[in-house]
Protein backbone atom coordinates (compact mmCIF):
# COMPACT_ATOMS: atom_id res chain seq x y z
CA UNK A 1 0.00 0.00 0.00
CA UNK A 2 0.98 3.42 -1.00
CA UNK A 3 2.47 5.33 2.62
CA UNK A 4 0.32 8.55 3.43
CA UNK A 5 1.52 11.35 1.96
CA UNK A 6 3.29 13.99 4.54
CA UNK A 7 1.44 16.84 2.86
CA UNK A 8 -2.14 18.34 2.10
CA UNK A 9 -0.37 21.21 -0.73
CA UNK A 10 2.85 20.58 -2.19
CA UNK A 11 4.31 23.28 -5.01
CA UNK A 12 6.00 21.23 -7.67
CA UNK A 13 8.62 23.03 -9.72
CA UNK A 14 9.85 21.12 -12.99
CA UNK A 15 12.37 23.21 -14.93
CA UNK A 16 12.31 23.13 -18.55
CA UNK A 17 15.17 20.77 -18.93
CA UNK A 18 13.24 18.22 -16.71
CA UNK A 19 10.47 17.54 -19.48
CA UNK A 20 13.67 16.89 -22.16
CA UNK A 21 14.83 13.97 -23.35
CA UNK A 22 18.73 13.42 -24.85
CA UNK A 23 18.71 16.47 -26.70
CA UNK A 24 18.41 18.92 -24.21
CA UNK A 25 15.28 20.88 -26.62
CA UNK A 26 12.10 21.18 -26.60
CA UNK A 27 9.75 18.16 -25.14
CA UNK A 28 10.35 14.21 -24.80
CA UNK A 29 7.30 12.39 -25.04
CA UNK A 30 8.56 9.40 -22.57
CA UNK A 31 9.66 11.86 -19.90
CA UNK A 32 6.38 14.36 -19.93
CA UNK A 33 4.44 10.73 -19.81
CA UNK A 34 6.86 9.32 -16.70
CA UNK A 35 6.32 13.12 -14.74
CA UNK A 36 2.42 13.20 -15.59
CA UNK A 37 1.74 9.90 -13.93
CA UNK A 38 4.06 10.67 -10.85
CA UNK A 39 2.59 13.79 -10.41
CA UNK A 40 -1.40 12.17 -10.53
CA UNK A 41 -0.47 9.44 -8.76
CA UNK A 42 0.26 12.05 -5.50
CA UNK A 43 -2.73 14.12 -7.01
CA UNK A 44 -4.86 10.69 -6.25
CA UNK A 45 -3.43 10.01 -2.67
CA UNK A 46 -5.50 13.42 -2.16
CA UNK A 47 -2.22 15.67 -2.25
CA UNK A 48 -3.21 19.29 -3.63
CA UNK A 49 -0.73 20.10 -6.30
CA UNK A 50 0.35 23.10 -7.77
CA UNK A 51 3.03 23.32 -10.58
CA UNK A 52 5.52 25.59 -11.71
CA UNK A 53 7.16 24.92 -14.89
CA UNK A 54 10.19 26.38 -16.19
CA UNK A 55 10.54 27.40 -20.26
CA UNK A 56 14.45 26.34 -20.62
CA UNK A 57 14.22 23.46 -22.65
CA UNK A 58 12.72 25.95 -25.16
CA UNK A 59 14.12 29.51 -24.66
CA UNK A 60 16.11 31.65 -21.58
CA UNK A 61 16.59 34.82 -21.42
CA UNK A 62 19.96 35.21 -20.79
CA UNK A 63 20.90 33.32 -24.38
CA UNK A 64 18.38 35.82 -25.81
CA UNK A 65 20.75 39.00 -24.72
CA UNK A 66 23.55 36.75 -26.10
CA UNK A 67 21.80 37.11 -29.01
CA UNK A 68 22.00 40.77 -29.10
CA UNK A 69 18.16 40.87 -27.52
CA UNK A 70 17.36 43.41 -24.91
CA UNK A 71 17.61 41.85 -21.68
CA UNK A 72 13.36 42.59 -20.51
CA UNK A 73 12.16 41.77 -23.64
CA UNK A 74 14.61 38.24 -24.05
CA UNK A 75 13.17 37.47 -20.21
CA UNK A 76 8.90 37.72 -21.61
CA UNK A 77 10.22 35.55 -24.65
CA UNK A 78 11.54 32.93 -21.81
CA UNK A 79 8.00 33.71 -20.22
CA UNK A 80 6.18 32.75 -22.82
CA UNK A 81 8.16 29.35 -23.12
CA UNK A 82 7.21 28.62 -20.00
CA UNK A 83 3.63 28.87 -21.35
CA UNK A 84 3.87 26.42 -24.05
CA UNK A 85 5.27 23.91 -21.29
CA UNK A 86 2.23 24.64 -19.10
CA UNK A 87 0.02 23.80 -21.77
CA UNK A 88 1.52 20.85 -22.82
CA UNK A 89 1.26 19.28 -19.16
CA UNK A 90 -2.06 20.47 -18.88
CA UNK A 91 -3.28 18.76 -21.97
CA UNK A 92 -1.02 15.21 -21.54
CA UNK A 93 -2.80 15.63 -17.51
CA UNK A 94 -5.97 16.21 -18.61
CA UNK A 95 -5.84 13.10 -21.13
CA UNK A 96 -5.10 11.10 -18.01
CA UNK A 97 -8.35 12.64 -16.78
CA UNK A 98 -7.20 14.90 -14.43
CA UNK A 99 -8.86 18.55 -14.49
CA UNK A 100 -6.35 20.99 -14.56
CA UNK A 101 -6.25 25.02 -14.66
CA UNK A 102 -2.92 26.76 -16.53
CA UNK A 103 -2.77 30.32 -14.72
CA UNK A 104 -0.38 32.83 -16.71
CA UNK A 105 0.97 35.52 -14.95
CA UNK A 106 0.78 37.08 -18.39
CA UNK A 107 -2.53 37.56 -19.31
CA UNK A 108 -3.38 34.92 -22.47
CA UNK A 109 -7.24 34.76 -22.74
CA UNK A 110 -7.45 32.46 -25.88
CA UNK A 111 -5.26 29.61 -23.63
CA UNK A 112 -5.15 30.37 -19.60
CA UNK A 113 -6.96 32.04 -17.12
CA UNK A 114 -5.42 35.06 -15.62
CA UNK A 115 -3.50 34.87 -12.63
CA UNK A 116 -6.04 35.79 -9.82
CA UNK A 117 -4.86 34.55 -6.05
CA UNK A 118 -8.45 33.56 -4.58
CA UNK A 119 -9.48 31.63 -7.83
CA UNK A 120 -5.96 29.69 -7.77
CA UNK A 121 -6.94 28.58 -4.05
CA UNK A 122 -10.23 27.86 -5.27
CA UNK A 123 -9.34 25.48 -7.85
CA UNK A 124 -7.20 23.68 -5.29
CA UNK A 125 -9.64 23.09 -3.14
CA UNK A 126 -11.56 22.06 -5.41
CA UNK A 127 -9.21 19.04 -6.50
CA UNK A 128 -7.69 20.96 -9.61
CA UNK A 129 -4.07 20.52 -10.99
CA UNK A 130 -2.78 24.31 -10.90
CA UNK A 131 -0.50 24.83 -13.41
CA UNK A 132 0.94 28.52 -13.04
CA UNK A 133 2.75 30.05 -16.50
CA UNK A 134 4.80 32.91 -17.40
CA UNK A 135 6.96 32.76 -13.92
CA UNK A 136 6.26 35.56 -11.81
CA UNK A 137 4.92 38.21 -14.76
CA UNK A 138 8.33 40.01 -14.36
CA UNK A 139 11.52 40.27 -16.37
CA UNK A 140 14.69 39.74 -14.51
CA UNK A 141 13.44 36.82 -12.37
CA UNK A 142 13.45 32.74 -12.97
CA UNK A 143 10.76 30.23 -12.14
CA UNK A 144 12.41 29.15 -8.93
CA UNK A 145 11.74 32.31 -7.76
CA UNK A 146 7.91 32.40 -9.40
CA UNK A 147 7.90 28.43 -7.40
CA UNK A 148 8.62 30.08 -4.11
CA UNK A 149 6.18 33.30 -4.57
CA UNK A 150 3.36 30.76 -5.29
CA UNK A 151 4.14 28.44 -2.83
CA UNK A 152 4.05 31.52 -0.55
CA UNK A 153 0.47 32.61 -1.61
CA UNK A 154 -0.97 28.84 -1.77
CA UNK A 155 -0.30 28.44 1.26
CA UNK A 156 1.74 25.40 0.54
CA UNK A 157 3.58 22.74 3.04
CA UNK A 158 6.55 22.46 0.95
CA UNK A 159 7.86 23.05 -2.40
CA UNK A 160 9.54 20.29 -4.46
CA UNK A 161 12.32 20.74 -6.27
CA UNK A 162 13.02 18.02 -9.60
CA UNK A 163 16.10 18.07 -10.91
CA UNK A 164 18.61 15.86 -12.43
CA UNK A 165 19.80 14.34 -9.64
CA UNK A 166 19.28 13.20 -6.00
CA UNK A 167 19.76 16.10 -4.03
CA UNK A 168 21.91 19.09 -3.51
CA UNK A 169 25.99 18.32 -3.63
CA UNK A 170 28.55 20.47 -3.02
CA UNK A 171 29.36 20.70 -6.52
CA UNK A 172 28.15 19.32 -9.72
CA UNK A 173 28.23 15.31 -9.21
CA UNK A 174 28.08 14.83 -12.94
CA UNK A 175 31.17 17.14 -13.12
CA UNK A 176 32.77 16.70 -9.77
CA UNK A 177 33.56 13.11 -8.93
CA UNK A 178 33.79 13.85 -4.89
CA UNK A 179 30.85 16.35 -4.63
CA UNK A 180 29.88 16.21 -1.40
CA UNK A 181 25.51 15.12 -1.08
CA UNK A 182 23.78 16.44 2.06
CA UNK A 183 20.84 15.03 3.40
CA UNK A 184 19.70 18.16 5.03
CA UNK A 185 20.85 21.97 5.03
CA UNK A 186 19.57 25.09 6.32
CA UNK A 187 18.12 27.87 4.11
CA UNK A 188 21.29 30.10 5.63
CA UNK A 189 23.59 27.11 4.53
CA UNK A 190 22.60 27.23 0.95
CA UNK A 191 22.68 30.97 0.72
CA UNK A 192 26.19 31.05 2.23
CA UNK A 193 27.57 28.53 0.45
CA UNK A 194 26.14 30.11 -2.93
CA UNK A 195 24.96 26.43 -3.69
CA UNK A 196 23.74 25.83 -6.90
CA UNK A 197 19.88 24.69 -6.44
CA UNK A 198 17.64 27.27 -6.93
CA UNK A 199 18.76 31.08 -7.02
CA UNK A 200 19.02 33.39 -4.02
CA UNK A 201 15.77 34.98 -4.15
CA UNK A 202 13.98 31.70 -4.07
CA UNK A 203 15.40 30.69 -1.37
CA UNK A 204 15.05 33.85 0.72
CA UNK A 205 11.20 33.71 -0.03
CA UNK A 206 11.06 30.40 1.02
CA UNK A 207 12.78 30.69 4.09
CA UNK A 208 10.41 34.09 5.00
CA UNK A 209 7.72 31.97 4.65
CA UNK A 210 9.41 28.91 6.17
CA UNK A 211 8.33 26.56 3.36
CA UNK A 212 10.69 23.58 3.51
CA UNK A 213 12.18 22.90 -0.32
CA UNK A 214 12.23 19.21 -0.80
CA UNK A 215 15.39 18.11 -3.83
CA UNK A 216 14.81 15.54 -5.35
CA UNK A 217 15.79 13.43 -8.73
CA UNK A 218 12.91 13.68 -11.29
CA UNK A 219 14.76 10.42 -13.25
CA UNK A 220 13.01 7.86 -10.96
CA UNK A 221 9.62 6.86 -11.57
CA UNK A 222 7.97 6.68 -8.25
CA UNK A 223 10.67 9.55 -7.03
CA UNK A 224 7.85 11.94 -6.24
CA UNK A 225 5.43 10.03 -3.99
CA UNK A 226 7.83 9.18 -1.89
CA UNK A 227 9.37 12.25 -1.51
CA UNK A 228 5.83 13.42 -0.72
CA UNK A 229 5.96 10.49 1.75
CA UNK A 230 9.07 11.16 3.65
CA UNK A 231 10.80 8.15 1.97
CA UNK A 232 13.25 7.83 -0.16
CA UNK A 233 16.23 9.88 -1.44
CA UNK A 234 16.24 13.81 -1.46
CA UNK A 235 17.66 16.66 0.13
CA UNK A 236 15.70 18.59 2.90
CA UNK A 237 16.40 22.66 2.85
CA UNK A 238 14.92 23.98 6.17
CA UNK A 239 15.45 26.17 8.91
CA UNK A 240 17.31 22.94 10.97
CA UNK A 241 19.80 22.01 8.51
CA UNK A 242 22.50 19.35 9.07
CA UNK A 243 23.21 20.53 12.74
CA UNK A 244 19.60 20.86 13.40
CA UNK A 245 18.85 16.70 13.47
N1 LIG B 1 11.65 34.41 -16.66
C1 LIG B 1 11.48 35.71 -16.23
N2 LIG B 1 10.74 35.95 -15.11
C2 LIG B 1 10.18 34.96 -14.37
C3 LIG B 1 10.38 33.63 -14.78
C4 LIG B 1 11.12 33.38 -15.93
O1 LIG B 1 11.98 36.63 -16.86
O2 LIG B 1 9.51 35.26 -13.37
C5 LIG B 1 12.37 34.14 -17.93
C6 LIG B 1 13.88 34.13 -17.82
O3 LIG B 1 14.39 34.73 -19.00
C7 LIG B 1 14.21 32.65 -17.82
C8 LIG B 1 13.13 32.08 -18.70
O4 LIG B 1 11.99 32.87 -18.43
O5 LIG B 1 15.49 32.42 -18.38
C9 LIG B 1 12.83 30.62 -18.45
O6 LIG B 1 12.66 30.39 -17.07
P1 LIG B 1 13.74 29.57 -16.21
O7 LIG B 1 15.12 29.82 -16.73
O8 LIG B 1 13.48 29.85 -14.77
O9 LIG B 1 13.31 28.09 -16.58
P2 LIG B 1 13.94 26.70 -16.09
O10 LIG B 1 15.41 26.91 -15.84
O11 LIG B 1 13.23 26.34 -14.82
O12 LIG B 1 13.63 25.78 -17.21
Do not use: W
Amino acid sequence: MAPRPKYRRILLKLSGEALTGEGGYGLDADVVERITDDTLAVHRQGVEIALVVGGGNIFRGLAGVATGIERASADYMGMLATVINALALQSVLERKDADTRVLSAIPMAAVSEPYIRRRALRHLEKGRIVIFAAGTGNPYFSTDTAAALRASEMGCDAILKGTQVDGVYSADPKTVKDAERFDRLSYHEVLSRDLKVMDQAAVALARENSIPILVFSLHNAGALADVVAGRGRYTVISEQGESGG
